[in-house]
């Protein structure tokens, strides 16, 4: 008896059958690490992968033919805006049904504050997603200073320090910065780098929204790299791109500096969105002197005839400076005052005011919807081969600079329906700028790893089942500019912690995410 179970088990057969919680028969298994695919079956239990390969006679309470799917990670989406929205569809079905299970959020230098508070909330709203997030600079000033425009006094580096400190201890993955928004645009590189320090001494990520990423982008990409170096923190650089129409095609010297920095042992890494265009507010328009001090400042320039002539001035300096004759390429995404706006260029809403087509009239159009409140705007800013060299760069992460979003409400970026369905049906399977194993390193071990996410990321016995069942002959993003709400197809099953919450393309009332704190 003894020599036939060792012939069984040499023959790499399952000697005592196992039971799991679920068991993804015939897949074809995208690990995550860029290793050519191979066949093979994974179990879970516990919410956990306990096996990957030949699993035999093994048992389950849910078995799942794949079909010669692929089997792939759950996607990291690592440059996403949450806050505000999570709290309203905890589900997230926006990201589930475009394979991200994991999200960071807090970028761009905005974040909440007390960083403790606000997961214990995520513990409690019953995720779809598993969600981190890091401490905004932008939010930590704010809170310290205002929006004051001045160089930080000693006194309040230090309180700002305390604050990142404190929301690292409490579980923030790194520290953010959003440097051409206020008030962060205001800060020198000695007050981000102060900052920087109180995060490295717990560890973490330095994820910069850059001071430029146009005409100055190379000096954006020196000065991030020098907070990574003084701080010791690894660097991520966000929605890397060249967003000005006169430079289109200098990622070449951009992608350059970056890899020069690698070469001298900084761990620097950058992240993109798959599209040529961006998403902000509306306010970036302005100089950012004009924004300072608050609401109330800002009307009070707005209005008085000899500042508004000088904002305006300004702001064709800076329109032509980006190769732009006028406002056509600016798209008005979210605008609660007045929802016609919404899908409209400000050169449209312009004429929708009645207002004669010059570019002082589309300037007024602009401080109108300022004075209203202001708007999320869709810009289209960067050019096809720069968004090409930028993705086919090894170390570039795919992360969506989107949110959760309302089905239906506002004209958002598709960015936030479709970003990894886009790479994968675009990028691979129709112009075979990426495989699909190097797509999916992308989205899964390259971020986990930057991010030290480190049981997510990979399929292997022991991680988090993160899992996605995708049909490479199906999947793709349906989610346009003009019809943005349209949720990707062809990513058939999502697995969030062992937990099925698309099953076979439809969202199940199960949601397995969790609130996540740095390792």
Same mark, same amino acid.
């Given at each position: 008896?003894?020599?036939?179970?060792?012939?069984?088990?040499?023959?790499?057969?399952?000697?005592?059958?196992?039971?799991?919680?679920?068991?993804?028969?015939?897949?074809?298994?995208?690990?995550?690490?860029?290793?050519?695919?191979?066949?093979?079956?994974?179990?879970?239990?516990?919410?956990?992968?306990?096996?990957?390969?030949?699993?035999?006679?093994?048992?389950?309470?849910?078995?799942?033919?794949?079909?010669?799917?692929?089997?792939?990670?759950?996607?990291?989406?690592?440059?996403?805006?949450?806050?505000?929205?999570?709290?309203?569809?905890?589900?997230?079905?926006?990201?589930?049904?475009?394979?991200?299970?994991?999200?960071?959020?807090?970028?761009?230098?905005?974040?909440?504050?007390?960083?403790?508070?606000?997961?214990?909330?995520?513990?409690?709203?019953?995720?779809?997603?598993?969600?981190?997030?890091?401490?905004?600079?932008?939010?930590?000033?704010?809170?310290?200073?205002?929006?004051?425009?001045?160089?930080?006094?000693?006194?309040?580096?230090?309180?700002?320090?305390?604050?990142?400190?404190?929301?690292?201890?409490? /579980?923030?993955?790194?520290?953010?910065?959003?440097?051409?928004?206020?008030? /962060?645009?205001?800060?020198?590189?000695?007050?981000?780098?102060?900052?920087?320090?109180?995060?490295?001494?717990?560890?973490?990520?330095?994820?910069?929204?850059?001071?430029?990423?146009?005409?100055?982008?190379?000096?954006?990409?020196?000065?991030?790299?020098?907070?990574?170096?003084?701080?010791?923190?690894?660097?991520?650089?966000?929605?890397?791109?060249?967003?000005?129409?006169?430079?289109?095609?200098?990622?070449?010297?951009?992608?350059?500096?970056?890899?020069?920095?690698?070469?001298?042992?900084?761990?620097?890494?950058?992240?993109?969105?798959?599209?040529?265009?961006?998403?902000?507010?509306?306010?970036?328009?302005?100089?950012?002197?004009?924004?300072?001090?608050?609401?109330?400042?800002?009307?009070?320039?707005?209005?008085?005839?000899?500042?508004?002539?000088?904002?305006?001035?300004?702001?064709?300096?800076?329109?032509?400076?980006?190769?732009?004759?006028?406002?056509?390429?600016?798209?008005?995404?979210?605008?609660?005052?007045?929802?016609?706006?919404?899908?409209?260029?400000?050169?449209?809403?312009?004429?929708?005011?009645?207002?004669?087509?010059?570019?002082?009239?589309?300037?007024?159009?602009?401080?109108?919807?300022?004075?209203?409140?202001?708007?999320?705007?869709?810009?289209?800013?960067?050019?096809?081969?720069?968004?090409?060299?930028?993705?086919?760069?090894?170390?570039?992460?795919?992360?969506?600079?989107?949110?959760?979003?309302?089905?239906?409400?506002?004209?958002?970026?598709?960015?936030?329906?479709?970003?990894?369905?886009?790479?994968?049906?675009?990028?691979?399977?129709?112009?075979?700028?990426?495989?699909?194993?190097?797509?999916?390193?992308?989205?899964?071990?390259?971020?986990?790893?930057?991010?030290?996410?480190?049981?997510?990321?990979?399929?292997?016995?022991?991680?988090?089942?993160?899992?996605?069942?995708?049909?490479?002959?199906?999947?793709?993003?349906?989610?346009?500019?003009?019809?943005?709400?349209?949720?990707?197809?062809?990513?058939?099953?999502?697995?969030?912690? /062992?937990?099925?919450?698309?099953?076979?393309?439809?969202?199940?009332?199960?949601?397995?995410?969790?609130?996540?704190?740095?390792?």
């Amino acid at each position: 008896m003894m020599r036939w179970l060792w012939v069984l088990a040499a023959a790499g057969l399952c000697v005592h059958a196992q039971d799991y919680d679920l068991i993804i028969r015939n897949a074809r298994v995208v690990d995550g690490g860029g290793n050519p695919w191979f066949r093979a079956g994974v179990a879970v239990r516990d919410g956990r992968i306990a096996a990957v390969g030949r699993l035999g006679a093994s048992t389950a309470k849910r078995e799942i033919d794949a079909r010669q799917r692929l089997l792939t990670p759950g996607f990291i989406d690592v440059h996403t805006h949450i806050e505000g929205t999570v709290e309203k569809f905890p589900a997230a079905e926006n990201f589930l049904r475009d394979g991200v299970t994991t999200v960071i959020t807090g970028n761009c230098g905005g974040s909440a504050v007390r960083v403790g508070e606000w997961l214990a909330r995520l513990d409690k709203a019953g995720l779809g997603i598993n969600a981190g997030t890091l401490i905004g600079h932008n939010s930590v000033r704010a809170e310290v200073m205002g929006r004051a425009n001045r160089v930080a006094a000693a006194e309040e580096i230090t309180r700002m320090q305390a604050l990142v400190e404190q929301a690292m201890q409490e /579980g923030a993955m790194g520290f953010s910065t959003g440097l051409i928004y206020i008030p /962060g645009t205001y800060s020198n590189t000695e007050e981000v780098i102060a900052l920087a320090k109180a995060a490295a001494r717990h560890g973490g990520v330095y994820a910069s929204h850059m001071r430029d990423e146009g005409e100055k982008v190379l000096d954006a990409i020196n000065e991030a790299a020098r907070v990574g170096i003084e701080s010791g923190l690894r660097v991520e650089l966000s929605h890397f791109k060249i967003d000005n129409k006169r430079l289109w095609g200098a990622s070449d010297k951009s992608l350059a500096l970056v890899e020069e920095y690698r070469r001298k042992g900084l761990d620097v890494v950058i992240d993109q969105y798959p599209y040529d265009r961006s998403s902000t507010n509306l306010g970036i328009r302005l100089p950012s002197w004009a924004l300072a001090d608050g609401q109330d400042k800002v009307r009070e320039r707005l209005t008085s005839p000899s500042t508004k002539a000088e904002i305006a001035a300004e702001m064709r300096t800076m329109l032509h400076a980006l190769g732009h004759e006028d406002y056509s390429f600016a798209m008005v995404a979210g605008f609660a005052p007045g929802r016609e706006y919404e899908g409209k260029t400000i050169s449209e809403i312009n004429v929708m005011k009645g207002r004669q087509k010059t570019l002082a009239n589309e300037i007024e159009t602009i401080f109108d919807i300022i004075l209203a409140g202001g708007a999320q705007m869709v810009y289209h800013s960067m050019g096809q081969a720069d968004v090409d060299r930028i993705i086919r760069y090894p170390n570039t992460a795919i992360a969506s600079d989107g949110g959760i979003v309302e089905f239906g409400q506002g004209m958002p970026h598709p960015r936030s329906y479709g970003a990894n369905a886009r790479v994968l049906a675009e990028f691979v399977r129709e112009r075979g700028v990426l495989t699909w194993e190097d797509a999916v390193r992308r989205m899964t071990s390259l971020p986990a790893r930057t991010f030290a996410l480190k049981d997510r990321g990979l399929i292997r016995e022991g991680m988090a089942a993160d899992l996605l069942l995708i049909d490479p002959e199906r999947v793709r993003d349906k989610a346009t500019f003009q019809q943005p709400h349209q949720y990707s197809e062809g990513i058939d099953t999502v697995v969030v912690n /062992g937990v099925v919450t698309i099953d076979e393309g439809k969202l199940t009332e199960a949601r397995g995410g969790r609130a996540l704190r740095r390792q």
